[in-house]
């Protein structure tokens, strides 16, 4: 599928990017009605599509009761901390974080039950944990 897509849309590319996603949109719509699929039983993907029955609802509201505050990070990627910029990230925009000061001028940033890293004040630089969203373990018992 993603050589076809290659194939189809981008050889060659729009001119600009509404061209361009013209180009996707088209093919979205011929490979979801029009192109029988061998692992459907030949039928296209909008026979065999069902609507989930449950309506998404969206993140619940983010608490951190065991942090020492919540944050928001900004649409250009940041917090504001003692009239610091530090970046974050832009994937992170939008979102509550909790933070939690551990030593003088040292703060950990936790996203939901995810610690983040750690902010220093005075380097204005978020230090990441390696990959936070890795397998917990949990002590045996």
Partial sequence: MHRTLKTETTRPAGANS?????????FVAEFNTERPHEALAMKTPAEVYTPASRAY???????????DRDIIVTTCDRICMMRKKINISHVLAGQKLGIKEVDDGIWLVSFMRYDL???????????????????????MS
């Fill in 18 to 26: 509404l061209q361009q996603q013209a180009r996707f949109d088209a």
């Fill in 117 to 139: 890293g750690y902010i220093d004040l005075e380097q204005r630089t978020l230090q990441t944990i390696d990959n936070p969203f890795g397998t917990r373990l949990s002590p």
């Fill in 57 to 67: 609802e969206g993140l619940p509201e983010l608490q951190y009761p065991f942090h």
